[in-house]
């Protein structure tokens, strides 16, 4: 397998132990979703050694899971076979918004609001 091969690879693996991080906000309004889905992954870069560089987008300014993601992204990311190192960094919290939600996420929440009573 060629570098560029592994590279996708990982890249995959990466971004699904991300999305395996549960969005607290989003859990408590009942419609759970990962942080990929919620649109947090701003950017996500690997180098040739191995060292991943995470960016998040947070929701708010005034968020404050900004350590639970830091911390749960260096432990899951950083037992894939490759990673040498973890490196997480984030936003100020002002650019986020819902549509930046993964469709079929935003699909399956807009049901569970409407399934609560939600009218829109």
Known sequence: MNF?????LMWN????????????????????????EMGLLEKLEIDDGGEVTVRLRL????????????HEITERVGVLEGVTSVVVTNDLGLDWTPDMIAPKAAAARHLKLLSMGATR
Not at 4 to 8: D, P, Q
Not at 21 to 34: E, T
Not at 59 to 70: A, E, K, R
């Open 59 to 70: 929701t708010s300014p005034t968020c404050l899971q900004v350590g639970y993601f830091s």
């Open 4 to 8: 560029a091969e592994r590279g996708s």
């Open 13 to 36: 693996e990466i971004e699904s132990a991300i999305n395996s991080i549960p969005d607290p906000c989003s859990v408590a309004a009942h419609s759970p979703m990962g942080l990929v």
